[in-house]
């Protein structure tokens, strides 16, 4: 009777102490190998590397050749003890900044070197135009989060990899990006995936159809506005996340103790309110002079007017050029302000972009 005790308390025993061991070694094989690749470490070579760190794979075949109950047991807990190290040094390692990290590039890869893709900040992650927009709680996480790639990759395949990793680690419906030529990320829009609101919603909120009386002309999602319902309720400040024009029905997302609230009371007017964004940094451009000056953005509004660019287009357009120049040390010249300004035109109106060509430089 003893003896049937005995085994597995000693397979048990055993087990700890040799998990505890792999625990820790392959914690440290995990967060390294996180920290240098920024992918996750495959569960299988991570639990060999675990099992054989110890010299247990030598003893596993005694074990199999004479089973016991005490072994399996050992078995079992060293398992254990693995996996959890493997997620554990995972986790840690990927909520540790990588600054600093350039002088330890290419150690332990012989000539093979690496390179870091960092994304913008958060204020400068835009969204994608006419498609759903991705939640604030997601941009953050996303905000300067790096990607270690190979240095020798060309700029098509980074941008293919970093847009690979976003949408399938992240869940976004899709990424376009664009890079400088020392690899730097320019310009990054984003957006939520197509498949329903259920992407977007957040888990305290639910999403509700409000119809409408009238409705603004170009209504869009996105857009901010104040609901005044046929009840004298009012929703101050909500965004619009869906529209059916047809119905006149708008749908928001809003605290489940709002449904009473607004349950079968239609909206006798809908007022579209303007969005508060940050204002553009401004730019200092070097004269012919050679003096240097603040350039006003009112001279490109001013020219993409002229050639028939809608304001608010031609907002848009000046408030994506005045970031992706303020990345660039100062002063920038004129011809990079008309480079990127023709950039971002032939992306809403490729007849302007080519009327602009034809336009001197901004004086």
């Given amino acids: 009777m003893i003896e049937i005790l005995l085994d597995p308390l000693t397979g048990l025993l055993d087990g700890l102490i040799s998990g505890t061991i792999a625990f820790f070694a392959v914690l440290m ?19 060999a590397f675990g099992l054989g760190f110890w010299g247990f794979t030598g003893g596993l075949l005694d074990i199999f050749q004479q089973p016991t109950l005490g072994g399996a047991i050992k078995i079992l807990t060293v398992l254990i003890f693995v996996v959890w190290g493997i997620n554990t040094g995972d986790k840690i390692s990927a909520k540790i900044p990588k600054k600093g990290t350039e002088m330890l590039k290419g150690i ?9 893709i960092k994304l913008p900040h958060e204020r400068l992650i835009f969204d994608i135009v006419s498609k759903p927009k991705l939640p604030n709680s997601l941009k953050m996480e996303l905000s300067e989060r790096e990607f270690t790639l190979p240095s020798d990759l060309l700029p098509e395949t980074i941008i293919k990899r970093v847009k690979r990793r976003l949408i399938t680690d992240w869940g976004l419906g899709d990424a376009e990006i664009e890079l ?35 409705l603004p002309s170009t209504l869009a999602i996105g857009d901010y506005v104040t609901v005044f319902l046929e009840n004298k309720h009012i929703i101050e400040r909500i965004e619009v996340k869906g529209i059916d024009e047809k119905k006149k029905v708008i749908t928001i997302f809003s605290d489940p103790t709002d449904l009473e609230m607004i349950r079968n009371s239609k909206a006798k007017l809908v007022i579209a309110l303007p969005i508060s964004v940050p204002k553009p940094p401004e730019l200092s451009v070097e004269c012919e002079s050679g003096s240097i000056e603040e350039f006003k953005a009112e001279k490109i509004l001013k020219t993409l007017n002229e050639i028939g660019v809608d304001s608010k287009v031609a907002n848009e357009i000046i408030n994506r050029v005045q970031y992706k120049l303020y990345k660039i040390d100062p002063p920038v010249t004129k011809a990079n302000i008309k480079k ?16 602009l060509k034809k336009r001197k430089i901004w004086k």
């Avoid at 240098?36 to 470490?41: A, D, G, R």
């Avoid at 332990?108 to 870091?116: A, E, H, R, S």
């Avoid at 990127?340 to 032939?346: D, K, N």
């Fill in 29 to 47: 094989f995990s967060f390294f190998y996180r920290f240098f690749t920024n992918e996750k470490i495959p569960t299988f070579i991570g639990i």
């Fill in 108 to 116: 332990g890869y012989g000539n093979k070197k690496f390179t870091t």
């Fill in 180 to 214: 400088s030529k020392d690899g730097r990320i320019t310009h990054l829009s984003v957006s939520a995936k197509d498949e329903g609101l259920s992407v977007i919603l957040p888990r305290d909120k639910i999403a509700l159809p409000i119809e409408c009386e009238l």
């Fill in 340 to 355: 990127v300004t023709l950039r971002e035109l032939e992306k809403e109106n490729s007849n302007a972009a080519n009327m």
